[in-house]
């Protein structure tokens, strides 16, 4: 039987989070038996909000180098960069042409990323979900590892599938997302109602995977709870409830367990160990990622053995979508 398709992607906008990871990447490595999996970096959805052009090459190479520490194995995986494969820019700007303007005008993050870049509000990140789709529906995918953030992209994803198979036939698969339970919205560590996002401009908010463990206690010990002064699984502490996923996702061990074993001790301890429990998750990542950063003859054959991988596949549903829409092929 032919392996269903997972097809994600991870923005080359700064160094990454452990909301990336605990979100999206580490999710990744796991799908690789079952699936054809194909994780891409999107340096096009990068450049939406304003990238330093040595700095936005220096982490695509992160991000690719991150991938691989994080489990992706480029000889189970499809492992890409977005603008390496012409296709996706092409299928999106077919599919912005059945994208309603009131759809794209309904997308909280276009509404959130606009209210802080007034510099630079520019159409690609109104139209930013219409590339996305076209990543995900060019592979033919099944199934989209993401965080929570990412859902309604997804919706609109299904739904211009849904249009394009209606109006000309069935020819893009709708995908669904695949988001976990838990750990799939971590919290900024600054400001608890907020998601961790790697452009945050309070480096406090986020721990980096790149993060030594100086920083990461330090980051750990300043971030923001409540005067309850108790470990409580709550939405009334959400920035202690935050802590407790981030624990409990990184150590295997369960919700409830947590809580008991910091009863009647108080926020320091809690955040200390919090702090041990994050360095052992990433210490191995850390070190993998060192070697995979010094390596960049590897890191260029991989790049490029993955775009010929999936441009081939990618090609092959373009020509469909061209045929049916009424190109005539040269
Ligand atoms: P940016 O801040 O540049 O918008 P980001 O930190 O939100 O970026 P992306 O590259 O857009 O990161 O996301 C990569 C993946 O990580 C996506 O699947 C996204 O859902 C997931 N992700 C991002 N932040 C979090 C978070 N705080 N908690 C869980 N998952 C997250
Ligand atoms: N918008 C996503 C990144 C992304 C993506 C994708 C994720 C771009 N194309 C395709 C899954 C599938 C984000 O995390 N901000």
């Known amino acids: 039987m032919e392996k269903k398709i997972v097809f ?155 249009r394009f198979n209606n109006k000309y036939s069935d020819t893009f698969v709708v995908p669904e997302p695949l988001i976990k339970e838990f750990g799939a919205r971590i919290m900024s560590l600054q400001d608890p109602t907020s998601k961790m996002s790697k452009s945050d401009s309070d480096e406090n908010a986020f721990i980096l995977l790149q993060d030594n463990k100086d920083k990461i206690s330090k980051k750990i010990k300043r971030a923001v709870t409540d005067s309850v002064g108790i470990v409580n699984y709550s939405d009334d502490q959400p920035g202690i409830k935050n802590l407790i996923n981030i624990y409990s996702v990184l150590s295997g061990k369960e919700i409830n367990d947590i809580v008991d074993m910091y009863s009647g001790k108080g926020y320091g301890v809690f955040k200390s160990e919090l702090a041990e429990v994050v360095v052992e998750a990433l210490d191995p990542i850390q070190t993998k990622y060192r070697e995979y950063l010094d390596s960049k003859d590897y890191l260029e054959k991989i790049y490029t053995e993955g775009a010929q991988k999936a441009e081939a596949k990618a090609r092959k549903t373009l020509r469909k979508v061209y045929k049916k829409i009424g190109f005539i092929s040269r």
């Open 8 to 162: 994600s992607g991870v923005q080359p906008s700064g160094a990454l989070t452990i909301g990336n990871y605990i979100g999206a990447l580490r999710n990744f490595g796991e799908l690789q038996d079952e699936f054809d999996c194909n994780y891409c970096i999107v340096d096009m959805h990068a450049i939406t909000v304003p990238q330093v052009p040595k700095n936005l090459r220096k982490n695509t190479l992160d991000v690719l180098s991150m991938y691989m520490a994080c489990g992706i194995d480029p000889e189970k995986s499809t492992l890409f960069v977005q603008s390496h494969v012409p296709a996706h820019a092409e299928l999106s700007w077919v599919l912005n042409t059945i994208t309603y303007m009131g759809q794209l005008n309904r997308m909280t993050q276009f509404k959130e990323k606009s209210k802080k870049s007034d510099e630079n509000l520019n159409a690609g990140l109104f139209t930013y979900p219409v590339l996305m789709a076209a990543d995900i529906l060019l592979y033919q995918t099944d199934f989209v590892p993401v965080g929570e953030d990412q859902k309604q992209h997804l919706e609109l994803a299904r739904d211009l599938a849904e």
